[in-house]
Structure formats: C-alpha cells, structure tokens
C-alpha cells in the first residue's frame, strides 16, 4: 500500500534529539516511513535513526541541508504516489514534532507548500539574515513569510516535484519557496508551537549565521539569473 505520508528529515550530529523527534514523528504519523537525510554526522545520527525503523540516506562528508536533502527526498518520492503528502524537518524538534500534522492538513485542504512559523522565537542574532531571506523570496516573486527559512514544511507530490534538487547548503528553503511560487502553486504558513535547537547571540551564533546569509545571496542570484519570462502565476500565501 502506498503511504499517505512520508517525513523526510535532515540530521548533522543530532543523535541527542534525534531520538525524540522520531518518537514524536512515529505518534502523529503512524506507519508513515521516514527517511533520513544524514549530512555526514559524525556521531550516533544514523544508527539512532536505523532503531527507529528509518530509512537513511548518508552522505560521507557534509555537503550542507540542500545537498544531504535532495537524494533523500528523491528516494522519499520513489516511494509515494501522487497523492502523498511529504513532511520535511530538522532533527532537532524532540517532543514538539508531534504538531507537524496540521502542515499535513493544510496540504491535504488544499495548499501545495506549507510552512511552519514558530510561534515563540528562541536565540538569533540581529535579524539581517532572516530579513534578507525574507526580502529576496519577495523580490523573486514570491510571498511576504514570517518565517522565509523554516524547515519544517510539507508539500504535494506536485510540489516536491517542482523544487528538487534543492538549492544548495542553507539555501534550500528560500529556493524552494521562490520554486513552488514561479510554478504557480499555493504556499500558505502555519503558526505552529515548535521548539528547536537555537543559536545564540555568541561567536558560533553569528559564524552560522554568517554562513546562512552567504548561502542565502547565492541563491538569490542564482534564481535572479533564472528568472522566468512573463509573469509569474503564483496563486499566493495565506496565514494559517
């Protein structure tokens, strides 16, 4: 029988939370295979995942969430059918991943793409990276999000379809939103209470953010170099 639903998850070095998440995954998607994309963890990520029943997809060294993410959705779609709905996460939601379902729900109601928005932010820097995803996803044509690069989303088969491969490192969701809206598909966000491992406003905090804002100009330009003749027929956002 095909799966209604299948979670593709993304993991570096996460076996601490891992677990949990699974766990959560497994009571609010019963039966619903996973598939982990592993980005070269050099801890106990992909055995906590194989005793969970998880399928996993490892790369050897990191290549960043868009290169680890892309053959795991891949392999995810090869199992589904058009009718499958697909959740992404990060492996480090524990218990709250259990809220989850309503980005399913909102797929099954009609929206191709939806996008979880944390309803209470944890850690960050001052914002300049979130904002430039958020006007870069904008001026490609996309729609005004509260949270541009929240991982947690779930998409038709259609829409997976449409945004594979994924854009590379920490540029994966803002191309794949600006993807499913240059294809005309209805992106909708989700206020959802998530809980996530943060960063902080210490010298790691802003080195990864730093990374994430580099990622997020060379997606920028690389869909602006791509950008589609005519206008663009995104059927829009709304706010769940």
């Known amino acids: 029988m095909t799966p209604r639903t299948i979670v593709i998850l993304t993991a570096r070095d996460e076996a601490d939370r891992l677990g ?12 619903a295979p996973v598939v982990v994309a592993d980005d070269g963890s050099r801890d106990g990520t992909a055995g906590v995942a194989r005793s969970r029943g998880a399928r996993v997809v490892a790369r050897k060294r990191p290549v960043g969430k868009g290169g680890a993410a892309t053959p795991a959705a891949r392999e995810a779609l090869a199992l589904g059918s058009p009718d499958t709905v697909y959740v992404l996460c990060d492996g480090d939601l524990g218990g709250s991943a259990r809220g989850l379902t309503a980005l399913e729900q909102a797929v099954r109601g ?8 944390f309803a209470h932010r944890a850690g960050g820097g001052f914002g300049l990276a979130l904002g430039f995803a958020g ?11 509260g949270a541009p690069i929240s991982g947690q989303r779930a998409l038709s088969a259609r829409a997976l379809g449409e945004v594979l491969p994924f854009a590379p490192r920490f540029g994966m969701e803002i191309g794949m939103t600006v993807d499913a809206a240059r294809a005309g598909l209805r992106i909708v966000e989700v206020e959802l209470p998530l809980v996530h491992r943060a960063t902080g406003r210490d010298w790691r905090g802003f080195v990864h953010r730093a990374r994430q804002l580099g990622d997020f100009v060379c997606v920028y330009l690389d869909r602006r170099r791509r950008r589609p003749r ?4 995104s059927r829009g956002a709304g706010i769940g």
């Open 20 to 31: 949990e998440t699974l766990d959560a995954l497994a009571r609010a998607f019963p039966g």
């Open 110 to 117: 009609g929206a191709d793409l939806a996008v979880a928005a």
């Open 135 to 145: 006007w870069a996803i904008r001026r490609l044509g996309g729609p005004r999000l």
């Open 230 to 233: 005519g206008p663009i027929t």
